[in-house]
């Protein structure tokens, strides 16, 4: 096996057990509800904590995420980030995907001193910004810098990730990330054939939604318990 599918089978065994976690939750209430999560997003962050850890720490995010050394999850990180999200711009008309990523550390001394060397490492592999933030004076001006930061990557779809009193005095840390997508398919549904209609729920209750509809060929997979439907966007994605 070489390194890319290494990678690769890392992040995908990551994806499993997270979705698996997420699903099995034991709530009767959510396990009825779709669940959706960025995989990219998640695994970034989780990397940038790796990447400051050391000794059992360390060992036991890279047996997380699947890595056998920091060099192996960088890797990883670097193929999702700069391969499978490389258009940010989309001049040919596909869809347009963000990642940012930010490391707030309280500021201080020792903080500082590694500031440099943390800048480095994180903007150099994970494309994150390194700042040193003032949680222990200013701890709400700190918490509206990081909403500013997130409402601005995302295009104002999320105003506010983190809620009043979220960061306060004894806060040492906040990772932050963004994901944005932005895409258009390239064969849309018509919008004059959408129609309401019944969405029959597995408890046997039904509700009224409203239903794209289309004439052309799809992909269709079916499976024991779900289905899959493949809707290419602009681009080739």
């Known amino acids: 096996m070489d390194d890319a599918a290494g990678n690769c089978d890392g992040m995908t065994a990551f994806a499993l057990r ?4 997420l699903a099995d939750n034991g709530d009767d209430v959510n396990n009825n509800r779709n669940l959706v999560f960025s995989l990219v997003s998640l695994y970034a962050a989780l990397a940038l904590v790796a990447a400051g850890g050391q000794g059992t720490t360390l060992h036991e995010l890279l047996a997380l995420l699947g890595a056998s050394s920091l060099d192996d999850l960088a890797e990883s990180v670097y193929r999702a980030v700069e391969v499978g999200l490389a258009n ?3 001049a040919s008309g596909g869809p347009r995907v963000l990642l940012r990523l930010r490391r707030l550390a309280r500021r201080d001394a020792r903080a500082e001193a590694g ?13 994150a910004v390194t700042r040193a933030a003032n949680f222990r004076r ?3 001006k700190s918490r509206k810098k990081i909403n500013e930061w997130v409402s601005k990557a995302t295009n ?3 105003p506010e990730i983190l809620p009043d009193g979220s960061v306060h005095r004894l806060t040492t840390l906040v990772l932050v990330n963004a994901i944005y997508f932005k895409g258009k398919w390239s064969d849309p549904f018509p919008r004059e ?6 969405f029959h729920r597995l408890d046997g209750s039904s509700v ?3 239903f ?4 052309e060929d799809q992909y269709i997979g079916f499976y024991d318990g779900f289905n899959v439907l493949k809707l290419p966007y602009n681009g080739g994605l």
């Open 115 to 127: 500031l440099p060397r943390r800048r480095r490492r994180h903007g150099g592999t994970y494309k």
């Open 212 to 215: 794209m509809r289309s004439r």
């Open 156 to 158: 104002k779809l999320i």
């Open 193 to 198: 054939s959408t129609t309401t209609g019944k």
């Open 88 to 90: 940010e711009s989309s």
């Open 18 to 21: 997270l979705a698996k976690r």
């Open 208 to 210: 009224n939604v409203r």
């Open 138 to 140: 200013q701890p709400k």
